[in-house]
């Protein structure tokens, strides 16, 4: 497919990484150590977009959930959080990290980027990473704080206030569903789903899902 | 297949009945002419549920969105809800009718169905019908209209509170997206497309649906 004929382009993708325990099974690895071959396929991912002229990504980095999980994998994917945000530091973006901070599960490396925008290099691309974050968490945050605001717009009392409305979500790992990713901005988005799992990203499936996303009719319920 | 031997069968199965308009256009018909066709396949899903033991059913009626269409299909469509209800009131079922009852747009005949459960028959299995619903208006609902509520359970604060979380979505018509479908509820629901449009329903389509739903590996993030 020519990738520079698109007719159409979505202006901000939602990216749900899954798969990292299966892939290190189906390496001879243990499932935790997963995780860190994450990083290079986000990394060939944000390369691929700002070539295509991307304004917005939105990466599912882990929930609060998650950290139910055994001790050892929820150190590896924080840790894989916080490698992936100091890379990216040497890139250009506008980083907005968006999780429960108060929480000591939220790594600590991470706090200077915690629910404010900061700018690094050229800032190419806005790109969001929810990092310990809930959907039940964003809904319930009520930013404003103040009563009276309750029947204002919405998207204003959210955690996630800063991350717009989302129109393609790509999922790799086979699964189809959102997991709680973004509930709100997600209303309207088309959903793509990838089988291969994440470590085994290649720019193909970006491809295959902008190819998929540009014949599709879009008329937000009109 | 043999749907006798299920392993996992979902208690509540979400509804997204799209393609009626496209399925009249095939069929050499004017678009609003499909709505009346979307009613029979409800009913034939209606019992094969039963059949399996499903205790509850979400259809997307219509929502305040789409009340924006020619006034032609806004009728037929509120047309085809009033109808469908009253056919279910001869059934066994629990009819829970959620939806903006406040607008014109909402069908005055269905008022007595809004917003509290009424049951017909022997009530075997819940069914919720979204009617002129918004998903922003349900998350602005605010039930309990007391600013004290507001970090108590996000749940308890929707219009839609008595519609449980949903286990499996089932959209016909090819698009893969929510459209606003009950987005709370929705956060950890597998979502499964079928291409054909909705007054092409066969039970088989189910079946496929179920098929695929049993072996879906369930975490709830864990």
Partial sequence: MNINKLKRIPSHIGIIPDGNRRWALNNNKDKHEGYEFGIDPGFKLYEACLALGIRELTFYGFTIDNTKRPAVQTKAFQKACVDAVMKL??????????????????????????????????????????????WNWDLSYNKKNSSNKKTSNLFSSLASSDISRI???????????????????????????????WPDFREEHLFEALNWYQDQDITLGG
């Avoid at 709680?180 to 793509?192: A, I, N």
């Fill in 89 to 134: 530091s040497n890139k250009d973006a506008n980083l907005l990290v968006v999780g429960n901070s108060d929480s000591p599960l939220f790594p600590k490396e991470l706090l200077p980027y915690a629910n404010r925008r900061v700018h690094f290099g050229e800032g190419l691309i806005n790109i969001n990473f929810l990092v310990n974050y809930g």
């Fill in 167 to 197: 129109d393609l979500i790509i999922r790799w790992g086979g699964r189809r569903r959102l997991s709680g990713f973004l509930p709100l901005q997600s209303v309207y988005s088309d959903f793509y789903i990838i089988d291969d799992y």
